[in-house]
């Protein structure tokens, strides 16, 4: 069998592996990324595109540590988007400019924005009622509204984007259990291997030996969505607890409809939990924040999904940096969030001393993987609460 050899190896085409991918391409390296299922269908097709600044965290008063370490990110971002960063998002969308945080009257309100203020500086600014868009007005939302430096982006146009430039080298793995056995089936060698398998990264390390020392852990969320959505809306809103009471993302379906994609309190529970529960506290945080409005003829569905991380060194709450287990020539990452994955690759980057080979690899006999599908798209709605 022809001996085919790689710079690297890449396990998994989620934005880790596709921002990787693209990255090490850009930069010479003969890279090989190997999908299980669909490129993005992870994690990454079902998150909410927000390219965090920090400033959900003043909630949880773990602000400093992390809030710093994220609010660089948009930036990072921004320039990627003008085609100008590490790598060229220039063909993605962007849903909405700025994650707006709605923050009802009283105490905690008045806490919040005072402490997002002091951690993040001109990266938040106030609108004046006067100045309220008029849908927000119209919602009989009372309170403070601010907008935040958090671009949201659309995914499925990020993943295309990423993977659309080097799709020649995005290929199918038919035994992800066992990828050094594939490999080894089909002559594939590699100077450095990338594991950005998400759940499966642990349980391989564990298979090669390599998990001393790795803690990882699984976040349960069933993410709500409300199909027919009064207007495009982008938003934490803020309750009395320590986190947003719903973090409000807006898609739309191929036919226009508008779905509001609901994480953030409302999504925080078992993945077995009964939906109805979702769709009223749901209702209830819209009760709150937007009393004018009625989701009587509104359609709702449910995600159950895990949140997959390196174990948090802050008091097991979150990790601050993307997570990279190295052992030898194989690394096994997760960027921790999506508005992480550029850092995760400069840390690979960093790591991967060798030059690029400028060779060009020949992948083209193994088969092509399909991009993910929305949850939108998937849903199974349901009018009946
Ligand atoms: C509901 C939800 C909302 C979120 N919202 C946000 C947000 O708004 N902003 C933000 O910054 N972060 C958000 N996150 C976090 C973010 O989505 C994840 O941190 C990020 O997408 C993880 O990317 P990943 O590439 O590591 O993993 P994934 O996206 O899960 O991709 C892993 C890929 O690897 C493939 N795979 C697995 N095993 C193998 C194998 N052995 N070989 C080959 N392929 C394999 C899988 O099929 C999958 O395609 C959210 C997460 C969730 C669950």
């Known amino acids: 069998m022809a ?20 990255r090490f391409r850009r930069a010479g390296y003969n890279v090989l990324l190997l999908e299980s ?3 993005g269908g992870g994690q990454t097709i079902a998150s909410q595109g927000i390219i965090h600044s920090g400033l959900k965290y003043a909630f949880a008063g773990k602000i400093n540590k992390l809030a710093a370490s994220i609010s660089a990110m948009p930036d990072l971002w921004r320039a990627a988007l003008k085609g100008e960063g590490p790598v060229d998002l220039s063909a993605a969308q962007t849903n909405a400019d700025s994650q707006m945080l709605l923050i009802p009257p009283g105490l905690m309100g008045g806490l919040v924005g005072l402490v997002a203020k002091r951690t ?10 006067k100045s309220w868009p008029e849908y927000i007005t119209d919602s009989g939302f009372k309170g403070r509204l601010v907008y935040m430096d958090e671009p949201v982006l659309d995914i499925p146009s990020v993943l295309r984007a990423l993977g659309g430039a080097y799709q020649d080298s995005i290929r199918k793995i038919d035994t992800p259990d066992e990828p050094m056995a594939f490999l080894e089936r089909h002559g594939i060698t590699a100077d450095h291997i990338i594991f950005t398998g998400a759940a499966s990264n642990h349980a391989i390390a564990r298979h090669l030996h390599h998990d001393k020392g790795l803690e990882t852990q699984a976040r349960p969320l ?4 409300l199909k027919n959505a009064p207007f495009p809306l982008y938003a934490h809103c803020v309750g009395s607890s320590d986190k947003p009471l719903a973090t409000i993302t807006t898609h739309t379906l191929p036919g226009g409809d508008l779905v509001w994609y609901l994480g953030g309190g409302v999504a925080e529970r078992p993945k077995d939990a009964p939906p109805q529960d979702v769709y009223k506290a749901a209702k209830k945080a819209f009760q709150t924040s937007f009393p004018a409005l009625d989701f009587t003829t509104s359609q709702w569905a449910v995600l159950p999904i895990d949140r997959i991380e390196g174990k948090s060194s802050i008091d097991g709450w979150m990790p601050d940096t993307p997570t990279i287990h190295q052992q030898g020539h194989i690394f096994y990452s997760w960027p921790t969030k999506l508005t992480f994955a550029p850092l995760l690759a400069e840390r690979l980057a960093e790591k991967i001393t060798a ?3 400028n ?12 991009y993910a599908k929305t949850p939108w798209e998937n849903a199974q709605w349901n009018e009946d609460l």
């Not at 790689?6 to 991918?21: P, R, S």
């Not at 060779?359 to 399909?370: A, I, K, N, Q």
Request: glycine share 12%; proline share 8%; no cysteine.
């Open 3 to 22: 001996q085919r050899h790689a710079d690297i190896v890449i396990f998994g085409a989620g934005i880790a592996g596709l921002w990787a991918h693209n």
């Open 37 to 39: 299922a669909t490129i």
């Open 120 to 129: 993040l500086g001109n990266n938040v600014h106030e609108i004046t009622q």
């Open 222 to 225: 069933l993410m709500g969505m």
């Open 355 to 357: 030059p690029p080979s």
């Open 359 to 370: 060779r060009l690899g020949d992948w083209s006999f193994l088969p092509e993987v399909p």
